[in-house]
């Protein structure tokens, strides 16, 4: 692990004064109505808490069923109960990608094989890339930091039967139509997802796991009682009806429109942006890109390092999708640091 920092996330660009293109929380704050509910259950708050009803909004938007639904303390939680819970003789984390997993597997005492993926080729995932003797698969999808979305013909392509494979589609619901997702069911898939990115909920951890109900009893044994808050339960049954499910539609097809302008944008400014973008952020590639990084958070912008994610170096940077008032005035702050 210490050819990486695998614990460096974007929350620790971020600072007082400067614009945050570093974290991929979408919103700023949760919206009004979803902070209206959240401060109608403050009076709950002296009971401990039940993860009932969120489970059962979660099977009911996917169409599965409550045994099939771990809700967890945020996506990441999920990583820790998967290196708990599981014995994988050759764990296989598919890079570049978000650190968590990783770092979970190999603080759980795990030996981690890398598979990474090519720049040339846009970050493509090439199901022979993995080792057939793999019995446990790390894939996000879209993929952070790059931005890629994988097809899910590829991803079933990599379920087999004594594998586990397991897909962070943590930003799949910012993805229009919700493109290539797993969720619906997969044998031998594991699916996490969360609420954080999309809602401005970072600060209040709600996420949860979709697999077979055998994986799920095996999550669920070394899960921390009580880990998931009557908060988060709120806000998972909340985000989970289809109004919800709706307006984040909206929001997936407005930062689409964003990113598509942002990429123009730097372009047009001689960037490189790396793969074919799908997520709310994008990847780029700029020379001296660890000076231009120091230099924009300079002129007040903080941008996520790209080197801390195995397969990646200081010449990559990770920009967060913001509207296009932001975009124009960091195009401009960019183009002086370059």
């Known amino acids: 692990m210490g050819d990486y920092d695998l614990h460096h996330h974007g929350d620790r660009e971020v600072g007082p004064g400067l614009v945050d293109l570093a974290v991929n929380v979408r919103l700023p704050r949760p919206p009004a109505w979803l902070r209206a509910e959240l401060a109608s259950a403050l009076d709950t ?3 401990y808490p039940s993860a009932v009803e969120a489970t059962a909004a979660v099977a009911l938007r996917h169409g599965r069923s409550s045994s099939e639904v771990l809700v967890t303390a945020g996506a990441a939680e999920a990583f820790t109960l998967l290196a708990s819970a599981l014995r994988p003789r050759r764990a296989v984390v598919v890079h570049p990608q978000f650190t968590e997993p990783e770092a979970a597997l190999r603080a759980a005492g795990h030996a981690v094989s890398r598979v990474i993926l090519s720049e040339v080729d846009g970050f493509v995932l090439d199901p022979a890339a993995v080792p057939e003797d ?4 790390f894939v996000g999808n879209p993929t952070n930091p790059t931005s890629v979305l994988h097809p899910a013909s ?4 990599l379920a087999r039967p004594g594998r586990l494979l397991v897909v962070d589609e943590a930003f799949l619901d910012a993805v229009p139509g919700e493109a290539e997702s797993l969720a619906a069911g997969v044998p031998g898939v594991v699916v996490l997802r969360s ?3 999309t809602w401005g909920l970072a600060g209040l951890r709600a996420g ?5 109900p055998a994986v799920i009893e095996r999550l669920r044994a070394v899960q921390v009682p009580w880990s998931v808050s009557t908060l988060a339960g709120v806000a998972t049954v909340a985000c989970c009806r289809p109004s919800a499910v709706e307006e984040a539609e ?9 990113r598509e302008y942002l990429v123009s944008g730097l372009t047009a400014a001689g960037v490189s942006v790396l793969g074919e973008p799908r997520g709310p952020f994008v990847l780029v590639r700029i020379p001296q890109g660890a000076d231009v990084r120091l230099r924009l958070r ?8 790209g080197d801390t994610f195995p397969g990646l170096g200081p010449d990559h940077l990770r920009l967060a999708v913001r509207d296009r008032e932001v975009t124009d005035a960091f195009l401009t702050a960019l183009r002086r640091c370059v």
Do not use: H, I
């Open 195 to 197: 609420l954080t990115k």
């Open 134 to 137: 793999a019995d446990l698969v």
């Open 154 to 157: 590829s991803l079933r392509v």
């Open 45 to 47: 708050l002296a009971a």
């Open 208 to 212: 949860y796991v979709l697999a077979e």
């Open 298 to 305: 300079e002129a007040g912008y903080a941008v996520r390092r």
């Open 250 to 258: 909206k929001l997936a097809v407005a930062a689409e429109t964003d």
